[in-house]
T-cell receptor, first 109, second 114 residues
Framework: TQLLEQSPQFLSIQEGENLTVYCNSS?????LQWYRQEPGEGPVLLVT?????EVKKLKRLTFQFGDARKDSSLHITAAQPGDTGLYLC?????????FGAGTQVVVTP | KAGVTQTPRYLIKTRGQQVTLSCSPI?????VSWYQQTPGQGLQFLFE???????NKGNFPGRFSGRQFSNSRSEMNVSTLELGDSALYLC?????????????FGPGTRLTVL
């Protein structure tokens, strides 16, 4: 059983559309991170959220940490082909960084 | 500032052989972690080294081992390779940012076991 459940597993949208990716768990975390991985590369850290209810914005990306610190979401506004990639959430569990299975996002022109 | 580098980028081995992968962290980062990424299991934590000592270990058999040198460079070794060891092996170096660690990943080593 995955510590972090991500949904959906796959998302294909047209350029200009909005999308939301979810990361859920039954555990409480002190912080949660979001990464994006492109083919042939390692994951790149996008953001770390640490406070329940926190909202962080990174250009067209909006990250939210649930009030209970058990879940998080990533919303992309007006998606572009450059947003294509595998989006991974991750959280520290007993000193080990545990990752969700990821959401593969494909944005077509 | 140079990023995390991993060598080699691609490797093909046969069952029963052993392999050593290398990782050079970002200058100044003392923590290095290793991960295995496969389509079926996703990204799984192998182990973490800090100042030449293994600080954490994931649930992998003893065939997977690692070490870290005084310059923070790290190596990972897999002995008696199995077909299921085919994967992308990622190395990440960490820095403390506030109360959390930020990880910076290398491009990975793609290992294929035939």
């Amino acid at each position: 059983t995955q510590l972090l459940e991500q949904s959906p597993q796959f998302l294909s949208i047209q350029e200009g559309e909005n999308l939301t990716v979810y990361c859920n768990s039954s555990s409480v975390f002190s912080s949660l991170q979001w990464y994006r991985q492109e083919p042939g590369e390692g994951p790149v850290l996008l953001v770390t959220v640490v406070t329940g209810g926190e909202v962080k914005k990174l250009k067209r990306l909006t990250f939210q940490f649930g009030d209970a610190r058990k879940d998080s979401s990533l919303h992309i506004t007006a998606a572009q082909p450059g947003d294509t990639g595998l989006y991974l959430c991750a959280a520290d569990s007993w000193g080990k960084l545990q990752f969700g299975a990821g959401t593969q996002v494909v944005v077509t022109p | 500032k140079a990023g995390v580098t991993q060598t080699p980028r691609y490797l093909i081995k046969t069952r029963g052989q052993q392999v050593t992968l290398s990782c050079s962290p970002i200058s100044g980062h003392r923590s290095v972690s290793w991960y295995q990424q496969t389509p079926g299991q996703g990204l799984q934590f192998l182990f973490e080294y800090f100042s030449e000592t293994q600080r954490n270990k994931g649930n992998f058999p003893g065939r997977f081992s690692g070490r870290q040198f005084s310059n923070s460079r790290s190596e990972m070794n897999v002995s008696t390779l199995e077909l299921g060891d085919s994967a992308l092996y990622l190395c990440a170096s960490s820095r403390l940012a506030g109360a959390t660690y930020e990880q910076f990943f290398g491009p990975g080593t793609r290992l294929t076991v035939l």
